[in-house]
């Protein structure tokens, strides 16, 4: 059984940081893509930051120079660095990953749980 479990969430002011941790746990061949998303009131989930298989980044343009992805591939864990945190950035933010699970020919998509990060002086 392949897990998404996220960490790092939390109350933050404008202008501060926050690091999100999603670890990939369970029987895994290989992981294509490893990324975060993320859902505020009332709106559409949108991406935030991909890494796409071979290191390829893929950024929203509202985070682009804030943001930084990155993947430590012994640990199955990928990293969201949250710099310049604005207001706009509260949201619950959720890990997706697309996995080929151990004795499946195939690859999934899977969602972490989701973690609240709030912006708020």
């Not at 120079?65 to 950035?89: C, H, W």
């Amino acid at each position: 059984q392949v897990q998404l479990v996220e960490s790092g969430g939390g109350l933050v002011q404008p202008g501060g940081s926050l690091r999100l941790s999603c670890a990939a746990s369970g029987s895994i061949i290989s992981i294509n893509t490893m990324g975060w998303y993320r859902q505020a009131p009332g709106k559409e989930r949108e991406l935030v930051a991909r890494i796409i298989g071979g290191g390829r980044l893929n950024y929203a343009d509202s985070v682009q120079g804030r943001f930084s992805i990155s993947i430590n591939n012994a640990k199955n864990t990928v990293y969201l660095q949250m710099n310049s945190l604005k207001p706009e950035d509260t949201a619950v933010y959720y890990c997706n990953a697309n996995i080929r699970p151990a004795r499946s020919a195939y690859e999934y998509d899977y969602w972490g749980q989701g973690t609240q990060v709030t912006v708020s002086s």
